[in-house]
């Protein structure tokens, strides 16, 4: 501080004794920081542990510190979205081993926007025709097997397509026409179809008709990031907001150039397309990318020994308790992480799934647990902060101890 703004500064400090005695360092010390806002508190929402999953009702994941950095960054400066798009995306690309990438607001908005790009290509009289087909002469038909029959597949209804389920590749071959724009597929029920992923690739190319495939919840392993385009599916989507731990509202959508390209035609900045809701802002776009490049550089081995060390920890408080017992095991698929199963002889612990649940949810802090059975929950230990699973062996042994086992 200058002598004079000093002395300007002291003029203003009321005489209480002598304005010369106030030591230096107090007159330069900044003022202090406004109370920092609890908005949870404020707002009287509920925060709590998750040792439940990725559940998108849960808010999905935590953000790790440089993808919360990276959207600071972005919110300081303005840039073109297009060309930040671009230069993300070739980014992304490399990263995964396709031809072209974009971050979209979810695999959802992913699956929308692939078929879109391929039902219209680049003419935009077609993009602003859908969703309604009839009569454009675009295809509207997607092929996908009865066991990968779930809610999410409505992304591709958004574009105007019918739905077409088989079983076999005979009848899937039979029910392909002039009118077929897409063969789906989901990686997260492949073991339930009676088709696998080479074969679904294969279809598409004896028939000259693209391939996609969702796989929202598919890392870990780190190698299906770039598995499925190097098998040879025209689109792969992505939920970016789970295991990556990237913006709860962005996702990838990968693959061939040509698609890629055209699926930008139905996203924002454009309107006049079913995309315009979509809306990736720079912000979780830099997100994205930066949570992608941390998660393909991060120690996996390190995470999982990790995953595993506070899997025991909550396993072994649990079978403390007499009459419970307890199972690890791993999906094959989705969600693949370690998984806790804690069940118990109802006639020793009087509790069942659904009143532990809300146990846990109504203690301090409050506990979000995964799947509820009649006398059994499930845990991972993903998306707890380190330390936390201390908590959680402790309720659960405490809860479980209280209902009568012992
Ligand atoms: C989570 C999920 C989606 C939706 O992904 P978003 O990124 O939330 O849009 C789609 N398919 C499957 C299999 C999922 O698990």
């Known amino acids: 501080m200058q002598r004079r703004t000093l002395l300007r500064y002291f003029s203003l400090v009321p005489m209480a004794g002598s304005a010369a005695l106030i030591p230096f360092a107090t007159a330069k010390a900044a003022p202090p920081p406004a109370e920092k806002r609890n908005l949870f508190k404020e707002l009287g929402v509920r925060t709590f542990i998750n040792a439940a999953g990725t559940y998108t009702a849960m808010t999905g994941s935590l953000m790790h510190d440089y993808v919360v950095n990276a959207i600071q960054q972005g919110a300081a400066e303005f840039c073109m979205l297009d060309e930040l798009q671009d230069k993300v995306g070739a980014k992304i690309a490399a990263l995964v081993h396709s031809e072209a990438a974009v971050v979209t607001s979810g695999a959802f908005a992913g699956m929308t926007l692939g078929l879109a790009g391929i039902l219209t290509g680049m003419d935009q009289h077609k993009v602003e025709q859908l969703p309604h087909l009839e ?65 679904w690739v294969a279809l598409g190319r004896k028939h000259n008709i693209p391939t996609s495939i969702d796989i929202a919840a598919d890392v870990p392993p780190v190698s299906n990031l770039w598995k499925f385009n190097d098998m040879g599916f025209s689109f792969v989507v992505i939920s ?57 550089q991060q120690d996996h081995d390190k995470e999982w020994k990790a995953w595993e060390t506070a899997t025991a920890q909550i396993d072994t408080a649990a079978k403390a308790v007499n009459g419970v017992t307890t199972s690890i095991s791993v999906p094959a698929l989705g969600n693949v992480t370690p998984t806790l199963q804690i069940s118990w002889d109802a006639t020793k612990v009087k509790v069942t799934g659904k009143e532990l649940q809300e146990k846990l949810r109504g203690g301090h802090p409050s506990i979000e647990i995964g799947g509820v059975g009649d006398n059994s929950i499930t845990v991972t230990v993903w998306m707890l902060k380190p330390g936390q699973e201390k908590i959680v062996a402790t309720r659960i042994r405490e809860e479980l101890s209280k209902a009568g086992g012992w």
């Open 135 to 199: 009569g454009t002469g675009m295809k509207s038909e997607v092929i996908i097997q009865k066991a990968h029959d779930i809610v999410y597949n409505h992304a591709l209804k958004n574009t105007g397509c019918k739905l077409i389920y088989v079983e076999t590749a005979a009848e899937a071959e039979q029910a392909i026409n002039e009118r077929t724009a897409l063969l789906h597929f989901l990686n997260i029920e492949a073991d339930k179809g009676k088709i696998l992923h080479e074969e």
């Open 240 to 296: 970016g907001g789970k295991a990556i731990r990237g913006p709860q509202s962005a996702g990838l959508l990968m693959g061939k150039k040509e698609i890629i390209a055209a699926a930008r035609l139905h996203m924002p900045p454009r309107g006049f397309n079913i995309g315009r809701g979509f809306k990736v802002n720079k912000e979780e776009v830099l997100g994205m990318y930066v949570a992608l490049e941390k998660y393909i």
